[in-house]
């Protein structure tokens, strides 16, 4: 049943949107009704440890399980949480992948979590899973970062495609992240009298012009510039533009 909503397989919708597991006089035929069983968080050894992991929460475990089988169904590797909280508890930064986050939970709420890691420097990508349309909720959402705000029942394959796109821009903040830690690193290894010969360098100026304005030899000059390409490990001024260095008259990292 491809591209048919998670939540429309698993059966008639409860009295307040949540859903329940079919009966099973509802079920395809051949098909095996789920188990009532609550789903734990838990590593999966049999994964790489660098492979990006979805972190699913949401109160329902219908939709946690649901969630879950598709995902994996996809190839993803998978972690189920019952609350914000318990998500909290495990949840390791410096571990890739990506949150499917349910909006309306006991406690705190989706959008609550949301803030939390974005009060604590933590950019990890959100797709935001509803049962209630509400606009101005699905705005903030968006606008505070999160890939996605998909209305419950959703399509499987719109989810696995949100999800998609999620890991991928966790893959490409890492790798910024990186650069940029890098770059730092090598920055912090020039005197300061050096930084300043290299922000100069940046805006253009000739090594005689540093040397009139910094009051200092030209060969004096020519040995810092060494230094600097030395120690920033790059052959020219345009490798180092390439590395996305600012000087400090403009936009720091």
Do not use: W
Request: proline share 6%; hydrophobic share 45%; charged share 30%.
């Amino acid at each position: 049943m491809r591209g048919a909503g998670i939540l429309a397989r698993l059966g008639r919708a409860g009295d307040e949107g949540r859903a329940i597991l079919p009966a099973s006089d509802d079920l395809e035929p051949g098909r095996r009704p789920m188990r009532r069983v609550e789903h734990r968080p838990a590593v999966r050894k049999s994964m790489m440890p660098d492979s990006p992991t979805v972190f699913v929460v949401d109160d329902d475990p219908a939709v946690r399980r649901a969630v879950e089988l598709l995902l994996r169904s996809a190839g993803m590797m998978v972690e189920t949480f019952r609350t914000a909280d318990e998500f909290l508890a495990v949840y390791e930064p410096a571990r890739a992948g990506c949150l499917v986050l349910d909006v309306d939970m006991p406690g705190m709420t989706g959008p609550d979590l949301q803030d939390k890691l974005l009060s604590q420097g933590l950019s990890i990508p959100i797709v935001m899973i509803t049962g209630h349309g509400d606009v101005p909720l699905a705005v903030g959402a968006v606008r505070k970062g999160a890939v996605d705000f998909l209305l419950k029942p959703f399509d499987d394959e719109v989810l696995v495609e949100r999800v998609r796109q999620a890991i991928d821009l966790d893959v490409r903040q890492r790798r910024k992240a990186a650069h940029e830690a890098a770059l730092r690193t090598r920055l912090d290894r020039l005197t300061p009298r050096e930084r300043e010969v290299l922000d100069l360098l940046i805006a253009g100026k000739g090594n005689k012009e540093i040397a009139l304005q910094l009051g200092l030899s030209r060969k004096t000059i020519d040995i810092h510039r060494s230094h600097v390409m030395m120690k920033l490990g790059v052959d020219s001024l345009l490798d180092v533009a390439k590395m996305g260095y600012i000087p400090a008259s403009g936009k720091e990292l």
